[in-house]
Nanobody, 127 residues
Framework: QVQLVESGGGLVQAGGSLSLSCAAS????????LGWFRQAPGKERDLVTA????????YYVDSVKGRFTISRDNAKNTVYLQMHNLKPEDTAVYSC????????????????????WGQGTQVTVSS
């Protein structure tokens, strides 16, 4: 079992940057595909970005392409989300998720396929 703990959220003005981290417990972090999701008030939880076990493959939703970067450090059991040029519509609770995957290159995009979730961290972008 994996426990995920996010950090790095906060309040930022539009155009600013934030970096989120998600630290995982356990010794098999490299066995998990990872994703970042966000949920704004009154809206559904949406995938923002995902990364394969190896880190070689990534996926970004169109609205964050060119602004957000996902990365992982398997030695540190941590996945990162760097966010630049933030917009008010990026305001949401951001959560990381993990899925044990036999494939080192597969991207997982559906929240239903993820097994473990962090508690979430609030990101607020003011206009």
């Amino acid at each position: 079992q994996v426990q995920l703990v996010e950090s790095g959220g906060g309040l930022v003005q539009a155009g600013g940057s934030l970096s989120l981290s998600c630290a995982a417990s356990g010794r098999t972090f490299s066995s998990y595909a990872l994703g970042w999701f966000r949920q704004a008030p009154g809206k559904e939880r949406d995938l923002v970005t995902a990364i394969s076990r190896s880190g070689d493959n990534t996926y970004y939703v169109d609205s964050v392409k060119g602004r957000f970067t996902i990365s992982r450090d398997n030695a540190k059991n941590t996945v990162y989300l760097q966010m630049h040029n933030l917009k008010p519509e990026d305001t949401a609770v951001y959560s990381c998720a993990a899925r044990r995957d036999w494939s080192s290159s597969r991207i997982t995009t559906s929240y239903r396929d993820y097994e473990y979730w962090g508690q979430g961290t609030q990101v607020t972008v003011s206009s």
